[in-house]
């Protein structure tokens, strides 16, 4: 036969005495309090009072003061003279320290050159050829044989002014090329 043994250890559970609170009725709200209000009036007043009167007694104030200071007070007179020596003396340079070169006439300006990279195969040459030239740098391409092998420079230039080409430089740096200046005679 089935038996349930759901409740045969189980001990017999105590009811918990509840204890009983008071109950305490809410404090009803105060929306009137005599000391804060009578405190804030009194300095209200002071505040209107001041704003009020405080202009005048400084004035009356500052006029006291300056009637004890009535005695004449000689205050010595500062002329410069700076202005007037600059505008009687004329001053000239030593031009011999400082000499400047003449250029003739007959002299090339210097062209600069830059070299972005070079390749072993010409297709990676033209390439990046491209890429300078959509990037309007002036870009051409040279060969040179170098112990019997033949490399595909990508020259930058010529540039007619130092700062053309140090921007130039920097456009190639910011394209994570290794650029280095070329002599005039390559």
Known sequence: MPKDFAGLNRKPKRKKAT????QVSPRP???????SFSSGTIIGAAVVILAAYAPEWLDAQKETVQSATKEPFNMPTVEFEFPTLLKNIEVKPDLSAYPVPEQSSDQAPARLNIQAASFRLADDANALRAK??????????DTSVVESSVWFRVVVGPFANKTLANRAMTQLREMYLRPIWMNNDN
Do not use: Q, T, Y
């Not at 709200?29 to 000391?35: E, N, Q």
């Open 19 to 22: 204890r009983k609170r008071k």
């Open 29 to 35: 709200r105060v929306l009137f309090h005599g000391p």
């Open 132 to 141: 300078l030239i959509l990037r309007d740098l002036p870009a051409s391409v």
